[in-house]
T-cell receptor, first 124, second 111 residues
Framework: GAVVSQHPSRVICKSGTSVKIECRSL??????MFWYRQFPKQSLMLMATSNEGSKATYEQGVEKDKFLINHASLTLSTLTVTSAHPEDSSFYICSATSIHRLAGSLMDVSYEQYFGPGTRLTVT | GQQLNQSPQSMFIQEGEDVSMNCTSSSIFNTWLWYKQEPGEGPVLLIALYKAGELTSNGRLTAQFGITRKDSFLNISASIPSDVGIYFC???????????FGEGTQLTVNP
């Protein structure tokens, strides 16, 4: 099956520093990757959509200069949290889109999203 | 924007019982997905539904894509302790587009 990895799994940083999180699709090429943030006991909130070779599309309310996204290859996207503050502490999860051909069809394909294991960011 | 209402928010059941949870939307989705998330991990895809009315099973899990395209349910039969986790529904407007997630259903299974 499609495997997505994230690195690091946990990071603690001081307020004002920057942190880079990597998202890799291990056994497939992903033209699109998504970055989510999840606060305790809440659902996943989409931050941005990352397409290989182009600028990321950010959701309303997400600061693009604070959350820098780079999708340099078909298997790697990075999220950099710049000048981190305690309120940025959260669980950051990426997903990558894998294309599947639907059973019994020569034409129909699906784009299933597979999620990474997440990165727990704590800003002190 | 689109909203997904997922219910119930939480369930406490005994091992062996069946479980049912559902999601409703204010607008149409062309794909419905069900994920399970365990503490400290990312969501894992359980079932994907692509056609209105579709009923799909994955082991003890069964999910259906509502004919109106605005709802979906997930059933778990004969629950076991390892079913514990948070279950999320997600809707997708078009293939490859963003997912909209429900609020999640926290499932607790007592042995």
């Amino acid at each position: 099956g499609a495997v997505v990895s994230q690195h690091p799994s946990r990071v603690i940083c001081k307020s004002g520093t920057s942190v880079k999180i990597e998202c890799r699709s291990l056994d497939f090429q992903a033209t699109t990757m998504f970055w989510y943030r999840q606060f305790p006991k809440q659902s996943l909130m989409l931050m941005a959509t990352s397409n290989e070779g182009s600028k990321a599309t950010y959701e309303q309310g997400v600061e693009k200069d604070k959350f820098l996204i780079n999708h340099a290859s078909l298997t790697l996207s990075t999220l950099t949290v710049t000048s981190a503050h305690p309120e940025d502490s959260s669980f950051y999860i990426c997903s990558a889109t894998s294309i599947h051909r639907l059973a019994g069809s020569l034409m129909d394909v699906s784009y299933e999203q597979y999620f990474g294991p997440g990165t727990r960011l704590t800003v002190t | 924007g689109q909203q997904l209402n997922q219910s119930p928010q939480s369930m406490f059941i005994q091992e062996g019982e069946d479980v049912s949870m559902n999601c409703t939307s204010s607008s149409i989705f062309n794909t419905w997905l069900w994920y399970k998330q365990e503490p400290g991990e990312g969501p894992v895809l359980l079932i994907a539904l692509y056609k209105a009315g579709e009923l799909t099973s994955n082991g003890r899990l069964t999910a259906q894509f509502g004919i109106t395209r605005k709802d979906s349910f997930l059933n778990i039969s004969a629950s076991i302790p390892s079913d514990v986790g948070i279950y999320f529904c997600a809707g997708q407007e078009t293939s490859g587009s963003r997912l909209t997630f429900g609020e999640g259903t926290q499932l607790t299974v007592n042995p």
